[in-house]
């Protein structure tokens, strides 16, 4: 099975930027917390890397030069207190304006979906063609992995409700496989996401993507009982909302709006655990189980 992850705020890594890891910080938090929960369903850390190929959608580099820049700024010129929340919310803020299409330029959108895109080819190729998908996008990386989904099914599926923003310089990137335009679409995960607030824009408050994909009965005909897409949220988080209240197409399409304890300590009570869902044991527990669940029925045991 192929896992595509996608990032929110706040997770550029210096040491992933220059070399020196070989994952960004919030893939290995997330990979060491599904192994220890893969470990208590009996399956070995070996057998976890033989079942699954997780890789990132990395794309802070596309928006945190200008970000860190602002923020130098503020700092050097203005006397402001609650520094943390403030460079959180400074990071949220920007990164959902600049990733925003706008009659004055996309570039910033494009840029990030060529992540998306090849990402996929990167599955694509370690995972198989047709491989199940399962995509994890976390707070603004849901947003991402949602417009990213619906572009896709614009492009090449019976989307006729969605306009593809999709422009050549994505096309180019997007290979032939059916994983790759998303018709092996099997489990989708928004973690701290505001895309409630994104619907907004709709009246009514829209239609979501088709889930599970339309084609995966053509590829995968023994999932579509076990396919979800479970919305996971921390009560305390004030950028993550619940999806299933939006409307009834929501309510069809998402199966649970699942409200954990996110982050450590001193974190898990006020806001700043936005960033603790890739450690969180109950949010580990419900993905590796479906994956497992998932992995089972493709392969037999």
């Given at each position: 099975?192929?896992?595509?992850?996608?990032?929110?705020i706040?997770?550029?890594?210096?040491?992933?930027?220059?070399?020196?890891?070989?994952?960004?910080?919030?893939?290995?938090?997330?990979?060491?917390?599904?192994?220890?929960?893969?470990s208590?369903?009996?399956?070995?850390?070996?057998?976890?890397?033989?079942?699954?190929?997780?890789?990132?959608?990395?794309?802070?580099?596309?928006?945190?030069?200008?970000?860190?820049?602002?923020?130098?700024?503020?700092?050097?010129?203005?006397?402001m207190?609650w520094?943390?929340?403030?460079?959180f919310?400074?990071?949220?803020?920007?990164?959902?304006?600049?990733?925003?299409v706008?009659?004055?330029?996309?570039?910033?959108?494009?840029?990030?979906?060529?992540?998306?895109?090849?990402?996929?080819?990167?599955?694509?190729?370690?995972?198989?063609?047709?491989?199940?998908?399962?995509?994890i996008?976390?707070?603004?990386?849901?947003?991402?992995?949602?417009?990213?989904?619906?572009?896709?099914?614009a492009?090449?599926?019976?989307?006729?409700?969605?306009?593809?923003?999709?422009r050549?310089?994505?096309?180019?990137?997007?290979?032939?496989?059916?994983?790759?335009?998303?018709?092996?679409?099997?489990?989708?995960?928004?973690?701290?996401?505001?895309?409630?607030?994104?619907?907004?824009?709709?009246r009514?408050?829209?239609?979501?993507?088709?889930?599970p994909?339309?084609?995966?009965?053509?590829?995968?005909?023994?999932?579509?009982?076990?396919?979800e897409?479970?919305?996971?949220?921390?009560?305390?988080?004030v950028?993550a909302?619940?999806?299933r209240?939006?409307?009834?197409?929501f309510?069809?399409?998402?199966?649970?709006?699942?409200?954990?304890?996110?982050?450590?300590?001193?974190?898990?009570?006020?806001?700043?655990s936005?960033?603790?869902?890739?450690?969180?044991?109950?949010?580990?527990?419900?993905?590796?189980?479906?994956?497992?669940?998932?992995?089972?029925?493709?392969?037999?045991?």
């Open positions: 099975m192929a896992i595509a992850v996608v990032h929110g706040g997770a550029g890594d210096p040491d992933y930027n220059s070399g020196k890891a070989d994952q960004p910080e919030f893939i290995r938090s997330l990979q060491n917390n599904l192994i220890d929960r893969f208590k369903l009996g399956i070995s850390d070996k057998e976890y890397h033989q079942r699954f190929v997780m890789a990132p959608v990395y794309w802070a580099t596309v928006l945190e030069g200008n970000q860190q820049d602002l923020w130098a700024r503020f700092q050097r010129q203005s006397a207190n520094d943390r929340i403030r460079e919310m400074v990071s949220f803020v920007s990164d959902a304006i600049a990733y925003q706008s009659p004055r330029g996309r570039h910033s959108y494009h840029a990030i979906h060529r992540f998306c895109a090849q990402t996929l080819h990167t599955l694509a190729q370690k995972a198989g063609p047709k491989a199940p998908l399962c995509v996008g976390h707070s603004l990386g849901s947003i991402v992995s949602y417009n990213y989904l619906l572009d896709l099914q492009e090449f599926g019976n989307n006729t409700e969605a306009e593809s923003l999709f050549e310089s994505v096309l180019r990137q997007v290979g032939n496989s059916p994983l790759e335009r998303g018709e092996t679409l099997s489990l989708y995960y928004t973690l701290g996401s505001p895309l409630a607030l994104w619907t907004l824009r709709d009514d408050g829209g239609l979501p993507i088709q889930f994909a339309p084609h995966l009965t053509e590829h995968y005909p023994q999932l579509n009982s076990a396919t897409w479970v919305n996971v949220y921390d009560s305390d988080d950028i909302y619940p999806l209240p939006i409307n009834s197409a309510q069809r399409a998402v199966k649970e709006d699942l409200n954990v304890n996110a982050g450590e300590v001193w974190e898990s009570w006020n806001p700043l936005h960033n603790g869902y890739w450690k969180d044991p109950e949010t580990g527990d419900r993905i590796a189980r479906s994956l497992l669940n998932l992995s089972r029925l493709i392969n037999g045991r």
